[in-house]
Every structure is written in structure tokens, then in C-alpha cells.
């Protein structure tokens, strides 16, 4: 069956250094992949995505990465701040009209 | 910058009794969907919403969801016969296009059943 999962529930990481998070998925139809972001009490908070025909794409201090022979995706975010510290997941469309959530990786960022 | 709002941000109720959750999503958007996480774990997909139809829904949204948009700004989640398991955060949520553009989500209704 499908599913969306993520290696790791926290991580902990200096100020200022790089973050990297990972997440597996198995279903190879997906083609849509979205990281986001939720603090305490909110709502999910889109950070960035990335179609199956990509395997590589960048924002402001984030880089999604896709690997589509494993089935794997990860997220890098670049000079972590303490403003980052919040659960992150990804999610895969796993249908036209439905996301599919991993489980959550809550980062932890130390001053 | 457009976001999705939704009320009321948390709601009790008595287990048994009908809730209505309330949503207005980004006004330009024509896809809408519920979503509902319980504390702790992850988001869980519920129902999608478009042209005025349900167009996939999940196992747990049973016969006591529905989902009406009553004119053309709300998007509503109603739960008849509230159950003590139905307490959850409720995400309404909107996008553009189908599932491979991006949704935004609201701040969440906070539902509890006692």
C-alpha cells in the first residue's frame, strides 16, 4: 500500500548549521511532493515542492531533493535559526485530489 | 497576502451533538479540502471538495461528515453524532488547481468531544 513516512521523528541541530530531513514514499505514481512546516497550534505552512520531473529545487534557504529510483526525498535547510524549530512533513499526491502525510520530523534548533 | 481562515479556532461539545466547522477559503481557489490530525500525529486526509461535489473522500469521513458550500465564500465541515474520537484539529484547506499545485491551509479548528 502507499505511504509517506520520514526516517527520523526529531532532530536537534546548532544555530546556524545545516538541517537536513528525509522522508520516504512508495508509491512510484506519485508526481507532486510538498514539504511543510507546522509551529505549535497552526496550521501546515507550505515551505516548498517539487515535481517527478525534477529532482532538484531551490528556495530561500531550502533545497528539496528527489530521488526517484529509491523513492526518497529530503529537505535542506541552509544556516538553521531558531525560527525554524517546528514539525516538519512531507506529503505526496497520491491522488489528484488528496495529499498524503508523512508522519513528522520535529526539529529542535539550539542557540 | 490571501490565507484561508477558519472558525471558530476551538470548539467543545457534548459527545452525540451535531458541530459545524466553518471555512473561507482563498477566494480565487476551486479546490477545497478537510484534513484532521489528532495531537500528536500526522495530518490525515478527510475530503475533497470541487464544482460543487465531493470528489474523493476518506474512510474516515463516514456518514455523519458532510461538507456543503452554502454560497459562493464558505466551505463547512458538519459532524452529526459527535464521538469522543472525532476530538482532532481540523485543517480546511484550498488550492488553485488539483492535487499538484499547492495547497494552503488554515489555522486549524480545535475540536473536542467530552
Known amino acids: 500500500g502507499e505511504s509517506v513516512g520520514l526516517h527520523l521523528p526529531t532532530l536537534s541541530v546548532q544555530e546556524g548549521d545545516n538541517s537536513i530531513i528525509n522522508c520516504a514514499y512508495s508509491?512510484?505514481?506519485?508526481?507532486?511532493f510538498i514539504w511543510y512546516k507546522q509551529e505549535s497550534g497552526k496550521g501546515p505552512q507550505f515551505i516548498i515542492d517539487i515535481r517527478s520531473n525534477m529532482d532538484k529545487r531551490q528556495g530561500q534557504r531550502v533545497t528539496v531533493l528527489l530521488n526517484k529510483t529509491v523513492k526518497h526525498l529530503s529537505l535542506q535547510i541552509a544556516a538553521t535559526q531558531p525560527g525554524d524549530s517546528a514539525v516538519y512533513f512531507c506529503a505526496e499526491n497520491s491522488h489528484d485530489y488528496k495529499l498524503s502525510f508523512g508522519a513528522g520530523t520535529t526539529v529542535t534548533v539550539r542557540a | 497576502e490571501p490565507e484561508v481562515t477558519q472558525t471558530p479556532s476551538h470548539q467543545v461539545t457534548q459527545m452525540g451533538q451535531e458541530v459545524i466547522l466553518r471555512c473561507v477559503p482563498i477566494s480565487n481557489h476551486l479546490y477545497f479540502y478537510w484534513y484532521r490530525q489528532i495531537l500528536g500525529q500526522k495530518v490525515e486526509f478527510l475530503v475533497s471538495?470541487?464544482?460543487?461535489?465531493?470528489?474523493?473522500k476518506s474512510e474516515i469521513f463516514d456518514d455523519r461528515f458532510s461538507v456543503e458550500r452554502p454560497d459562493g465564500s464558505n466551505f463547512t465541515l458538519k459532524i452529526r453524532s459527535t464521538k469522543l474520537e472525532d476530538s482532532a484539529m481540523y485543517f480546511c484547506?484550498?488550492?488553485?488547481?488539483?492535487?499538484?499545485?499547492?495547497?494552503?491551509f488554515g489555522q486549524g479548528t480545535r475540536l473536542t468531544v467530552v
Open positions: 508509491n512510484s505514481a506519485s508526481d507532486y
Open positions: 471538495f470541487y464544482n460543487n461535489e465531493i470528489s474523493e
Open positions: 484547506a484550498s488550492s488553485a488547481g488539483q492535487g499538484n499545485t499547492e495547497a494552503f
